[in-house]
């Protein structure tokens, strides 16, 4: 079965991802449910061996993509400081439940943390305008090259579809401007086909900005 759960952001994990792409790879890569994990079908009450999986699946005007780099694990609040890169555009219908959909973006913004750790920093963010990218530091603002964008350790990325989805009602609020967003896709299939809602990966952001499909399989 699909479920579908709106999003204002796609927040990856970028522990082992060089790129942006790893992280998307990470982000809908199936994972086995089996022993204590097994997926319970609500419908016939039973366990099964599973597997499940995400993917986008209602592409919104405007795609964000949250970096996860703060480590809030052990009471720490660290930060993930490494590499990333990210390109100024990408193609993300293989990271969706229909890879021949027009799903090609451009990047226009992009937002950089810096500091140590979650308790305390200092936000910069970077912005396209007329074929021209700019950087706003408070109330500095300068001119900056491509090279020196695609350079950065980024915390939040927005990226601009190059073709306009057409809206369903779903996304339509994404598309006026307002918070309302995309959804997530989910499909289960336990020992034999049924249907079940799976949840999202720990730390998964939700909302998010498109929809994603998680496959539970035998």
Not at 144 to 170: I, M
Request: proline share 6%.
């Amino acid at each position: 079965s699909n479920t579908f759960d709106p999003f204002l952001d796609v927040s990856l994990e970028v522990h082992n991802a060089a790129t942006l792409e790893k992280a998307l790879e990470g982000f809908t890569r199936s994972e086995k449910l089996t022993g204590k994990n097994q997926y319970l079908c609500k419908k016939c009450k039973t366990k099964g061996d599973a597997t499940k999986r995400f993917s986008l699946h209602s592409l919104p005007a405007v795609l964000t993509f949250q970096l996860k780099r703060f480590d809030f694990s052990g009471g720490f609040r660290g930060k993930l400081r490494k590499p990333v890169a990210f390109k100024p555009s990408i193609d993300v219908a293989r990271f969706t439940s229909n890879p021949d959909q027009e799903a090609k973006y451009n990047l226009y913004g992009l937002v950089v943390h810096s500091g140590q750790s979650a308790k305390s920093g200092h936000y910069i963010a970077y912005a396209k305008h007329g074929g021209q990218w700019y950087r706003f530091n408070d109330e500095t603002v300068n001119i900056v090259g491509e090279p020196t964008v695609l350079a950065q350790e980024a915390y939040l990325l927005f990226y601009e579809a190059a073709k306009p989805p057409e809206f369903s009602r779903a996304t339509k609020g994404v598309a006026d401007g307002s918070v309302t967003a995309p959804q997530t896709e989910v499909e289960a299939r336990p020992r034999e086909t049924v249907t079940g809602k799976g949840e999202p990966p720990s730390g998964h952001s939700q909302p998010v900005n498109g929809h994603a499909k998680l496959t539970d399989g035998h």
